[in-house]
Antibody, heavy 121, light 108 residues
Framework: QVQLQESGPGLVKPSETLSLTCTVS????????WSWIRRPPGKGLEWIGH???????DYNPSLKSRVTISVDTSSNQFSLKVNSVTAADTAVYYC???????????????WGKGTTVTVSS | EIVLTQSPGTLSLSPGERATLSCRAS???????LAWYQQKPGQAPRLLIY???SRATGIPDRFSGSGSGTDFTLTISRLEPEDFAVYFC?????????FGQGTKVDTK
């Protein structure tokens, strides 16, 4: 079955760029939207945004100005970049696959285990 | 954005008992586009229910979802040992998608 695995630096300095990759195994990135979600310490989950394999994107307005999601179908991976990070970006970051029963309404059917990113100097 | 409030925060029950978890939305969830997930420590979240009441593939029938509008419920008819976990709801009818803060089901 499809499995997702997040990877990337666990520590990022303030004002720098957080970069994470999600590797898809047991399936293809083609034909799906792919999401990133995060959970700051002591807080609830926050949907960051998603991207269709062919390029269409949608981001949470709270992060839109600092976030880029990209998909690389040749390597079966998708990525997240968050610019100008602060301590508030410290969180467990999850990647997930989006599915829908009706166009434009997506929920996540497969998730990665998450990776912890700490923003600190 | 739609705020989802889950209650109770913690539910202490014994195996074999019935668990009833609530998820209340700050405004009506479009077309009942509400999902429920289970998460255990160190594991990926697992989709249980979508569309408020449809079970995801492979989910046992002891898990059921119900509700509409602003009030939704996840029911576990008889708790199995593997069901002790955190459960969270998520609405996907209005962007941005939002999540409840979770209900922990632990052993009494």
């Amino acid at each position: 079955q499809v499995q997702l695995q997040e990877s990337g630096p666990g520590l990022v300095k303030p004002s720098e760029t957080l970069s994470l990759t999600c590797t898809v195994s047991g399936g293809s990135t083609s034909g799906y939207y792919w999401s990133w979600i995060r959970r700051p310490p002591g807080k609830g989950l926050e949907w960051i945004g998603h991207m269709f394999y062919s390029g269409s994107t949608d981001y949470n307005p709270s992060l839109k100005s600092r976030v880029t999601i990209s998909v690389d179908t040749s390597s079966n991976q998708f990525s997240l970049k968050v610019n100008s990070v602060t301590a508030a970006d410290t969180a467990v970051y999850y990647c997930a696959r989006d599915v829908s029963t009706f166009p434009h309404y997506y929920y996540m059917d497969v998730w990665g285990k998450g990776t912890t990113v700490t923003v600190s100097s | 954005e739609i705020v989802l409030t889950q209650s109770p925060g913690t539910l202490s029950l014994s195996p074999g008992e019935r668990a009833t978890l609530s998820c209340r939305a700050s405004q009506s969830v479009s077309s009942n586009y509400l999902a429920w997930y289970q998460q255990k420590p160190g594991q990926a979240p697992r989709l249980l229910i979508y569309g408020a009441s449809s079970r995801a593939t492979g989910i046992p029938d002891r898990f059921s979802g119900s509700g509409s509008g602003t009030d939704f419920t996840l029911t576990i008819s008889r708790l199995e040992p593997e069901d002790f976990a955190v459960y969270f709801c998520q609405q996907y009818g209005t962007s941005p998608r939002t999540f409840g803060q979770g209900t922990k089901v632990d052993t009494k």
